[in-house]
């Protein structure tokens, strides 16, 4: 290497800099770049508002102990949320590392370097916001500023910890996505371990091991300095053995599920549309995940609604029966366009593709909510919600709320990656805020007409506006694919743009 | 089918994409478009395609002005890049897909298919291999078939002998002329392979900065010297 390691570990960090600078949602876009300036800000704020606000009652709930020995007893939740987050927003070093493979730079720096920014990431003191007034508001005031910054250092080793133990499960999951589970099972354990018995009987360890930090005990922090470095050593490993697969991998060629599908045959050119549906749900890593997620998500919503009485209270139930409708929309449709955007030329070089493949859309994900329907029967069974409810819900998403999410088809111009491994960052902040509207404006609509109109007749207008919906379904089908059409250079543009 | 173009501008920022005062293609002809990289060609092809908006200018394709109807799209084959091609089906189900839309129906495909065995030697169809899993060579196969599945009275091919081996280069050369024979199709290609677009097209325009500086008549195969010259080969 004929550059000192310093000036090329400056060379990649400007390298990584313009990445992040110049992507294309944000280099197109000045809206989302703000509004990711702007949602950091505001979850910043709600971290140090609860850091401020949390103490006091804390301390109060629990007679008297102090705060910090609460939280601590319970440490591992907020290492648990850190873990998860961390699927959306961290990439791995394999990812980064890999365009300098070829280059005669030394792979075990490049893996070194990337390992230890890592660690020494912005990202890692995001908690800061919340524990940095905590501490005050806690340990300062029954310790002293030493044990404040020992317990707060304390903190950040266990998040830099947790850090290392992300890449490795996340490196591990692009060998095989099995790996995801060792961490479920490991935090669904520990949560069993402390929620089944009546008492956390992991808050005294918890608490005392924190404690230590507070107390300065070199144990403490030689403990986890000593888990880093071997966390390191492991991703080190993995990592290097990761990246040559990634250099000479060769996919599975044979696809297992050549079917026909032949069924669809008999709905003509929108049935070929409608394969389509099926086929990238079987082949493409994102959707099949996406479909699976989706599916236990809906499963979990009537679970909750079924098996346990916590959420009993009508404005719950409504929400998250309506929000089982929802999920299957939200998912698919607030993106709509952006994975065609993938073979867009080819769909724009036919006469009207783009309309039957909005129809074939629409009849998919109609047909996708019988799921739900089906899921919430049992409730209708036992008497927790009313059949006119259920059907109510099912007519107001297929005819209502549909063809508002089938809007964004008009709108999205940004190719979402079909193979893309785990959750990659998926989304725009405009579909984000669609996402956020369509979960919260339903509710509110369905809770005016049943207040207004008692049961079932508010379930009955709801079903009527649904229909209104399904039977002019061509006309608003129309409708968005004229409004596509007349933005299509906007989006061929931007589709061209962000297609890798 | 008849290519007429009118003051076709196009710029990207700074850079003159295309500018084409007037250009025409007439039916049955096969064009061979030539230039530098960035001498316009794909963005030509685009514009024709109403893939991209002009910034000036119109694009007959037929009687059809191409940004105010669709009804082109019936009689135009194309295949630019991997864009035109779903590759998450196989090429069976990809070529099925295309038939169907265009209303061919399954025993059609089936005979038409038979035109293009030598082209695609074996290695394409029946293979139950994802169309993302070929060779970038064999994935252009299959955009090229798709595009002339149709029986298109417009043929538009960028690039079509990259990632080629020389067998697959002189098949689809071989496959293009006798096509044009047959159907009396327009046929236009861009290539950087000056001997086979001299092989194969009797007109061949030189692309530079967006501009036709040059619309060679090759009839007599005499455009290899001319394009020699202007591209510095064996200097």
Redesign the interface.
């Known amino acids: 290497m004929n550059i000192s390691k310093r000036k090329l570990s400056k060379m990649l960090s400007e390298h990584e800099e313009l990445k992040a600078k110049r992507h294309p949602m944000f280099e197109r876009n000045r809206f989302v770049k703000f509004l990711a300036y702007f949602m950091v800000a505001y979850y910043s704020a709600i971290l140090l508002f609860m850091g401020v606000m949390l103490p006091m009652p804390m301390s109060h709930t629990y007679h008297g102990v102090a705060a910090f020995h609460v939280l601590d007893g319970w440490f591992f939740i907020i290492i648990m949320i850190d873990f998860w987050l961390r699927f959306i927003l961290q990439d791995t070093p394999v990812n980064q590392t890999r365009p300098y493979s070829l280059l005669p730079i030394s792979r075990k720096f490049l893996m070194r370097r990337y390992l230890i920014n890592a660690g020494l990431s912005w990202g890692n003191l995001y908690w800061a916001f919340f524990l940095v007034p905590f501490a005050f508001l806690s340990v300062f005031r029954s310790m002293s500023l030493g044990a404040t910054a020992g317990w707060l250092i304390g903190w950040w080793l266990l998040i830099v910890l947790n850090s290392y133990f992300y890449l490795l499960i996340r490196s591990l999951c692009t060998r095989n996505i099995a790996w995801a589970m060792l961490p479920f099972i490991l935090h669904a354990a520990i949560i069993c371990i402390a929620t089944i018995p009546e008492h956390n009987v992991l808050d005294m360890p918890c608490t005392n091991f924190m404690y230590g930090f507070a107390k300065l005990q070199p144990v403490c922090f030689i403990a986890v300095i000593a888990a880093i470095l071997l966390m390191v050593k492991l991703n080190e490993k993995v990592q290097g053995i990761i990246l040559y697969d990634e250099i000479g991998k060769k ?1 599975e ?3 297992k599920n ?1 079917s026909q599908i032949s069924w669809f045959n008999r709905f003509g ?1 929108v049935g ?1 549309y409608l ?2 549906e099926v ?2 749900r079987m ?2 890593r994102t959707l099949k995940m996406q479909f699976l997620v989706l599916i236990g998500c809906m499963l979990l919503l009537s679970g909750l609604l079924y098996f346990t009485d916590i959420y009993d209270n009508m404005f719950m139930k409504s929400f998250i029966c309506l929000y089982d409708y929802i999920v299957p929309g939200m998912s698919t449709l607030i993106t709509i366009m952006c994975y065609e955007g ?5 769909l ?6 783009i309309r ?1 493949m909005l129809a074939a859309k629409y009849y998919f994900n109609s047909a996708l909510l019988l799921i739900p329907f089906c899921l919430l029967i049992p409730l209708v069974v036992i008497g927790k919600i009313t059949i006119w409810m259920n059907l109510g819900y099912l007519f107001f998403t297929v005819g209502v709320l549909y063809p508002m999410m089938f809007q964004m088809s008009a709108y999205n111009k940004e190719t979402l990656p ?1 193979n893309a491994k785990l959750t990659g960052k998926q989304g725009n902040g405009a579909q984000n805020m669609v996402s956020i509207a369509v979960m919260f404006v339903p509710i509110f609509i369905e809770r005016a007409s049943v207040t207004l109109l008692g049961d079932p007749w508010g379930y009955i207008l709801l079903i009527t506006l649904g229909l209104t919906g399904i039977v002019t379904h061509q006309r608003w089908i129309n409708f968005t694919y004229k409004r596509f059409m007349q933005r299509r ?1 906007t989006n ?2 931007g589709f ?1 743009a962000t ?1 890798k | 089918m008849e290519i007429k173009i009118n003051n076709l501008k196009k710029t990207f920022g700074e850079k003159v994409a295309v500018d084409i005062e007037q250009f025409e293609i007439k039916s049955g002809e096969i064009l061979g478009l030539v230039g530098n990289n960035g001498a316009g060609k794909s963005t030509l092809f685009r514009l024709i395609l109403d893939l991209i908006k002009a910034d000036s200018g119109t694009v007959f394709n037929g009687d059809v002005n191409v940004t105010e109807t669709e009804d082109w799209k019936q009689w135009t084959g194309s295949y630019i890049d991997d864009s035109f091609v779903i590759d998450y089906l196989t090429p069976d189900e990809y070529l099925q897909f295309i038939a169907r839309i265009t209303g061919i129906t399954d025993d059609q495909l089936k005979d038409a298919l038979k035109k293009y065995e030598h082209f695609m030697a074996g290695e394409i169809m029946g293979q139950k291999k994802l169309i993302r899993n070929l060779s970038a060579g064999n994935k252009q196969k299959v955009g090229i078939v798709a595009a002339m599945l149709l029986q298109p009275k417009l043929l538009i091919l960028d690039e079509p002998f990259n990632f080629l081996d020389p067998s697959s280069q002189n098949a689809i050369k071989r496959l293009l002329v006798e096509y044009n024979k047959e159907t009396g199709a327009t046929i236009l290609v861009s290539s950087h392979n000056l001997n086979h677009t001299v092989d194969i097209c009797p007109r061949i325009a030189l692309l530079e900065n967006g501009r036709i500086i040059r619309d060679i008549d090759n009839t007599d195969k005499s455009a290899e010297k001319e394009l020699e010259n202007y591209f510095e080969i064996n200097q």
């Open positions: 996919e060629t044979e696809v050549a050119i070929e394969k389509l086929k990238v082949r493409c993938n073979y867009m030329d080819l724009m070089s036919r006469k009207e593709s039957d079909l250079y061929m543009e061209r297609r």
